[in-house]
């Protein structure tokens, strides 16, 4: 006989709303990830460094109203940064703990 642990109808409410809210957070966030990837928004940031809403817009022909909405909702998730001195937005910089894996040499044949 398996039994089941009593839940507050509120408090089950409650996570369920959660994580709801954060599985719709995640999907945003792989939308607005593919957009930028089909639309050479990355690619762009990537080849040619930090740059304004209107220099992206212009570079890669896309409305500077969408840009300025994709690089405002990848901002605020931590995708890019922003310069609010230069108002130039870059990709951010991901370092690995303790540095890139050094390269070993193969085992030698015996």
């Given amino acids: ?17 959660q994580r709801h809210d954060r599985d719709r957070h995640s999907r945003i966030e792989l939308v607005l990830a593919e957009l930028g990837t089909r ?3 990355f690619e762009e940031l990537a080849n040619h460094g930090p740059e304004t809403c209107p220099e992206l817009a212009a570079r890669t022909g896309l409305d500077e109203g969408y840009v300025y909405e994709w690089l405002a909702a990848m901002s605020e998730r931590s995708y890019l940064e922003y310069d ?17 894996p050094q390269q ?3 085992p030698r044949q015996r």
């Fill in 39 to 41: 639309l050479g928004l």
């Fill in 104 to 106: 070993h040499d193969p």
């Fill in 84 to 100: 609010v001195r230069t108002r130039r937005f870059a990709l951010v910089r991901f370092r690995l703990p303790g540095g890139l």
């Fill in 1 to 17: 006989m398996t039994t089941h642990e009593s839940v507050d109808g509120g408090q089950a409410n409650d996570r369920l709303t």
